[in-house]
């Protein structure tokens, strides 16, 4: 069973920048591609960026895309979200991800994530 620690949640003000880390711990993490999804209060979870098993492929939101970046770094077993000129729609909690299955390129969708972060809160002041 694979565990999920997310960290570097927090305020910021707009157009400023955060980067988000997720350290994975128990099975084989280099075997998994792994996501960001974020719920804002009062919305369902959505999907934000993924990252192949390999770190050789990555996908984002429309809604993110050209402002973040995703990163893994297998030797660390960790996964990177790089936010910048973050805006106030970004604020929500954001949880790092496994898929359910290995090898493959990263879900766009919440409900194909197998395993879950804790979430940390982000927000962004106008």
């Known amino acids: 069973q694979v565990q999920l620690v997310e960290s570097g949640g927090g305020l910021v003000q707009a157009g400023g920048s955060l980067r988000l880390s997720c350290a994975a711990s128990g099975r084989t993490f280099t075997n998994y591609a792994m996501g960001w999804c974020r719920q804002a209060p009062g919305k369902e979870r959505e999907f934000v960026a993924a990252i192949s098993w390999s770190g050789s492929a990555t996908h984002y939101a429309d809604s993110v895309k050209g402002r973040f970046t995703i990163s893994r770094d297998n030797a660390k077993n960790t996964v990177h979200l790089q936010m910048n000129s973050l805006k106030p729609e970004d604020t929500a909690v954001y949880y790092c991800?496994?898929?359910?299955?290995?090898?493959?390129?990263?879900?766009?969708?919440?409900?194909?994530?197998?395993?879950w972060g804790q979430g940390t809160q982000v927000t962004v002041a106008s």
């Open positions: 991800a496994a898929d359910r299955s290995r090898y493959g390129l990263g879900p766009r969708v919440p409900h194909e994530y197998g395993t």
